[in-house]
């Protein structure tokens, strides 16, 4: 059975606003949305304008750029008494970030990718700025993609890469036979190490927090320039990191029990 138009509609406006959070900061010009969702720039503008008129989007009229509108953060307040996690992670984010020096993140598994939601910077003066608040990311690309993809069941690894192509954007570094051998080194470290394959130069670390069935649902990594997460230093990040993440699932998992009391 095909799909309903209305449902046609609503995956178009959900690509829309997704591709739209990813570029909140600096707002987006509709042809750039039309590329990023593979949709013709008229009908990108139409969905555009109705959302606005809703108050979901909203426009500057001097750049004609578009951000997310303040309908949608009222809606984000409501929703967030239910599904925020962000207020348990700032304190592991804070700690990893004062005491590497790096720049640290909390990340959520959403679909098939990873979504940023919060930073912190450490002191040291240079930084990465591959993953910011808001950066979306398929599984298997940045070092929380692959964190969580890795500690998901084999056949739902393997059917994921077969499905998924992550080479046409990401490079050959991202065929399945390099992704398998990735994550074949984050189960035995038990982290996972991106060596500057998103961006040349910018590493990142991550460590998997799982709910309270036991899957990877979350991800705290670490990102910062190679001589930062030179090897003799990475046993030392990965141990912070596990440590935060495990007391990151543990905190998550109390607060549900907590909750549904």
């Known amino acids: 059975?095909?799909?309903?138009?209305?449902?046609?509609?609503?995956?178009?406006?959900?690509?829309?606003?997704?591709?739209?959070?990813?570029?909140?900061?600096?707002?987006?010009?509709?042809?750039?949305?039309?590329?990023?969702?593979?949709l013709p720039r008229p009908t990108v503008h139409r969905l555009l304008?109705?959302?606005?008129?809703?108050?979901?989007?909203?426009?500057?009229?001097?750049t004609g750029r578009w951000f997310l509108g303040p309908e949608l953060y009222l809606l984000g307040q409501t929703a967030g008494?239910?599904?925020?996690?962000?207020?348990?992670?700032?304190?592991?984010?804070?700690?990893?970030?004062?005491?590497?020096?790096?720049?640290?993140?909390?990340?959520?598994?959403?679909?098939?990718?990873?979504?940023?939601?919060?930073?912190?910077?450490?002191?040291?003066?240079?930084?990465?700025?591959?993953?910011?608040e808001g950066a979306r990311f398929p599984l298997g690309v940045v070092s929380a993609g692959l964190v969580i993809l890795a500690f998901l069941d084999d056949a739902e690894i393997d059917a994921y890469l077969e499905r998924t192509d992550l080479t046409s954007r990401w490079g050959q570094t991202h065929a399945p036979e390099e992704v398998h051998a990735r994550i074949a080194r984050t189960r035995r470290d038990g982290y996972s190490v991106n060596p500057g394959l998103v961006v040349e130069g910018s590493w990142g670390m991550a460590a998997a927090v799982f709910d309270r069935a036991g899957?990877?649902?979350?991800?705290?990594?670490?990102?910062?320039?190679?001589?930062?997460?030179?090897?003799?230093?990475?046993p030392e990040l990965g141990a912070l990191l596990l440590h935060e993440a495990?007391?990151?699932?543990?905190?998550?998992?109390?607060?549900?029990?907590?909750?549904?009391?």
């Open 81 to 132: 008494t239910r599904y925020d996690v962000t207020h348990h992670a700032r304190a592991s984010v804070h700690r990893l970030a004062a005491k590497t020096g790096e720049s640290a993140f909390f990340s959520a598994l959403r679909g098939e990718e990873t979504v940023c939601l919060l930073r912190e910077d450490g002191d040291f003066p240079i930084r990465s700025f591959v993953l910011y």
């Open 215 to 234: 899957q990877p649902a979350w991800a705290l990594t670490l990102t910062g320039i190679e001589p930062r997460f030179r090897p003799d230093r990475q």
């Open 1 to 38: 059975m095909s799909a309903s138009p209305n449902a046609h509609l609503i995956g178009r406006v959900g690509s829309v606003l997704r591709a739209l959070s990813a570029a909140n900061e600096a707002g987006a010009a509709t042809s750039e949305l039309a590329r990023a969702t593979d």
């Open 49 to 62: 304008s109705s959302l606005a008129d809703e108050g979901f989007v909203d426009r500057d009229r001097r």
């Open 246 to 261: 495990h007391t990151l699932s543990r905190t998550l998992d109390a607060s549900h029990r907590k909750t549904h009391l």
